[in-house]
């Protein structure tokens, strides 16, 4: 390591210190509400209608922290003012949000949270998710089995998991492999979000100040499919800069759509020139303004789940949808939408101008099982006051959970092991999971390796990060050498570690077919008070961990359990 890399680290390590010093020493503060839209790359949705439903005062006299990246500040300011939203620090620092969020009562996101943070006992975490899925996701998503454990460790926190329908709550479960396991309680309850959509008043006053009540509108709201530097995303701009055009040509004088693009791409499009197609407001949460709309077009995002709450007409334009989706899978084909589906401006012109004429009913009562006004207010209720409005279940996880791990998979007898522990017992009588490091080499290289070789019905709970040591904690962890007992504050520092990802799941066993790999064996060892280390030969690890934990014959462990 470079001088540079190591001042680097030495500096990441004082950050990490005062970080902890937060989750160590500071007591949860009562009064704080801690609050993260779309990990800080926006406000709205969700948040913004729960950070509005506080700010009515009807729940206590909070503090509310938003962490929200810098370009994302001037937003919240703006909404603070139209919408007086009771905001006590916008965070754009990620290190200070850590330190608020160790400090916490109640937590609220809708994706994942800070890397560096470590839920505390007496905290209350709520997920909303960020709406209903259809495109592949987590262990059914090649690109993302490796990185899945990002959102595992977040929906592993939560004590709250709000879901709108039946549906999102199996899919967001299978998904991340959390289905029989995870530990907390699921809200069944409306999207905030979406409760604008049932509020006609609302959109009667929306339209009077636009001075639209005369006009038909529409909103066009396309998934954005590339990267800012990326050749889709510029083809993406060529195609929509060119129907747009098409479009404006075929529109009629009481007829007036709002394009919601990618920001590269409203920037790229020059809108003067349209007569009858304007850019998205800002200004308003977005929502607000999609509920104006008397039909809605859109292609494969999940905006049309929201908006059949208004049974109003949608049309999907998927003009692209082989070259879109032949990187990507769904979990059911456009098909089974009921929605018309059209492929060339002049379809969409004539569906444009058709009354609706499809039946909508089952989908809406598919995926918008819970939906209703107020769903915001339903919430706070249920985790401010306890109010038992709400649909709340549980999972009755009745087997214990073993957490199996093989390092990263380039030796054949490790596997082989594991391998073979697994045929000596009953996996129906246990929920198995294997947890693996993604940065490790050969994992990154070869990721197939660990989804081929290992049983269909043991699941996978990768870690997300590496160590993140304080400078105290890295300078004993240096000092570490076998035959050395490790202290009490390396113990701390390994159990932190393994809290940082698993939260609130807690393992009746932990074993681990690596004896070389002397970090995770020191997370395990201080992660559960069943852990055993399969090792057929001494290793570095002995002399530091206690040998009553070391097993050298497969036979003898596996009756362990």
């Known amino acids: 390591m470079g001088f540079k ?9 004082r950050i990490n210190s005062a970080i902890y010093d937060a989750y160590y020493n500071k007591d949860i503060n009562e009064k704080i509400v801690y609050v993260e839209s779309r990990n800080g790359f926006d406000f709205a949705g969700n948040m913004f209608r729960i950070v509005e439903e506080l ?83 987590g262990i059914d998503n090649n690109h993302e089995r490796l990185t899945m454990g990002i959102i595992q460790r977040s929906l592993l926190f939560s004590d709250y998991l709000i879901f709108p329908s039946d549906y999102l709550k199996e899919r967001l479960l299978n998904s991340f492999m959390l289905d029989g ?16 959509f049932l509020d006609d008043g609302r959109r009667d006053e929306l339209k009077n100040e636009f001075g639209l009540q005369d006009f038909e509108i529409f909103i066009y709201m396309p998934t ?33 759509l709002f394009a919601k693009l990618h920001p590269y791409n409203t920037q790229k ?37 929201d908006f059949a709450n208004t049974r109003r007409k949608i049309i999907i334009f998927n003009y692209d949808e082989e070259e879109y989706l032949k990187d990507r899978g769904l979990y059911f084909p456009l098909s089974d939408l009921p929605f018309p589906k059209v492929q060339s401006v002049s379809d969409l012109m004539s569906e444009m101008n058709s009354p609706k004429d499809y039946d909508d009913t089952e989908f809406i009562e598919k995926f918008c099982q819970y939906e209703r006004m107020e769903a915001a207010k339903y919430i706070c209720e249920a985790i401010f006051k306890n109010d038992n409005s709400s649909q709340l279940e549980m999972i009755e996880n009745g087997k214990p959970n073993v957490l199996l791990y093989a390092g990263d998979f380039s030796d054949k007898g490790t596997v082989d092991s594991l391998n073979g522990f697994v045929e000596r017992i009953d996996t129906t009588r246990y929920n198995l999971f294997v947890s693996f490091c993604p940065w490790m080499k050969n994992i990154k290289e070869n990721p197939q390796d660990i989804f081929k070789d290992i049983p269909q019905n043991i699941g996978f709970l990768p870690f997300s990060y590496n160590l993140m040591p ?15 007992q490790y202290d009490d504050s390396l113990k701390r520092f390994f159990k932190r570690t393994f809290e940082q990802q698993y939260g609130n799941l807690k393992f009746e066993h932990i074993i681990d077919f690596d004896a070389d790999d002397l970090e995770r064996a020191l997370i395990f060892d201080n992660a559960c008070d069943s852990f055993h280390l399969f090792s057929k030969s001494e290793s570095k690890v002995e002399g530091i961990i206690d040998e009553d934990c070391i097993i050298r014959d497969l036979d003898a462990l596996s009756k362990l359990l």
Request: net charge neutral.
């Open 224 to 256: 954005f499919k590339g990267l800012v530097d990326d050749r889709k995303n510029e083809k993406q701009k060529d195609d929509v800069d060119k129907f747009l055009g098409e479009i404006d040509e075929n529109l009629k004088d009481s007829q007036i």
């Open 55 to 137: 700010s009515t005062g009807d729940y206590g006299d909070f503090r509310i922290y938003v962490f929200a990246h810098s370009h994302v500040k001037p937003k919240i300011e703006d909404f603070m003012k139209s919408h007086n939203l009771k905001i006590y620090e916008i965070i754009t620092s990620p290190d200070r949000a850590s330190e608020i969020l160790h400090t916490a009562k109640y937590i609220f996101t809708d994706s994942g949270i800070r890397y560096k943070y470590v839920k505390k006992p007496g905290q209350i975490f709520v997920n909303t998710w960020h709406g209903t899925i259809m495109k592949l996701m």
């Open 470 to 484: 304080t400078v105290r904690e890295k300078l004993k962890y240096n000092q570490l050498s076998g035959n050395s």
């Open 181 to 196: 396991i995870y530990p907390g309680k699921m809200l069944l309850e409306g999207y905030p979000r979406n409760s604008v």
């Open 5 to 13: 890399d190591k001042f680097r680290n030495l500096n990441e390590c």
């Open 269 to 305: 499009i020059d809108f003067s020139r349209f007569d009858h197609i304007k850019p998205f407001p800002n200004g308003f949460e977005i929502y607000d303004i999609v509920n104006m709309a008397d039909c809605l077009i859109t292609d494969y995002s999940s905006v049309f789940f």
